[in-house]
């Protein structure tokens, strides 16, 4: 349980921090008042501990993550994370996935763009038919979520920047994941340099 902080203050502000975190919650349901030293009503995520509003533990139910999932207690709140050699398949579960050759490649590595033109970024190979309907994949850019704009349906072809701008700029990472079965699962990756190209 977090450490927290005793209410101090009008009726409609409560303080629910550890010492080392100022955290104000402004309080717009009356149900959710302070309305004194004796009579605490929390928020959730929070418990009323001797006239103190305290953090819940939610990890310390077993059941509060679903397989192969870590707890992680937050303030106020809890997360699940995929224990440490799995990830989040296309349902949403954690599995661990087998690196894997999957014939598909980027045509070229590295990039450069000029500001306004559209770049496409082609893959080339192809999967094999044994991995093909069980596939899908998920680009990031530098290390974070990023979603091509297709016209249909994902495709392992490549996707189109238009317009290019600066904000473009980065690496483009494509993972394949190819789930089989509960216990078969492999996952092969892709990666692009996307630079802007210099003014002559």
Not at 88 to 114: L, S, W, Y
């Amino acid at each position: 349980m977090l450490t927290s902080a005793k209410w101090t203050g009008p009726v409609q502000l409560m303080k629910c921090a550890p010492t080392h975190l100022e955290a104000l919650f402004v309080i717009a349901d009356p149900r959710l008042f302070v309305t004194d030293e004796t009579s605490v009503s929390v928020l959730k995520g929070f418990e009323n501990v001797g006239g103190r509003c305290s953090d819940i533990n939610e990890c310390k139910n077993i059941n509060a993550c679903g397989k192969n999932e870590d707890c992680i207690n937050t303030f106020g709140d809890y997360r699940c994370q995929c224990m440490k050699g799995y990830e989040t398949g296309d349902d949403c579960t954690c599995k661990k996935f087998i690196p894997v050759g999957c014939n598909v490649r980027p045509e070229h590595k590295n990039i450069q763009v000029a500001v306004g033109k559209n770049v496409k970024i082609k893959l080339v190979g192809a999967l094999g038919k044994k991995y093909r309907k069980f596939a899908t994949i998920a680009w990031s850019k530098n290390n974070e979520h990023w979603y091509p704009e297709y016209k249909k349906r994902q495709r392992y072809t490549g996707f189109v920047i238009r317009n290019f701008r600066p904000g473009d700029v980065g690496v483009y990472t494509g993972e394949i994941y190819i789930e089989k079965s509960a216990t078969e699962n492999y996952k092969c990756t892709v990666s692009v340099n996307v630079c802007l190209q210099e003014s002559l």
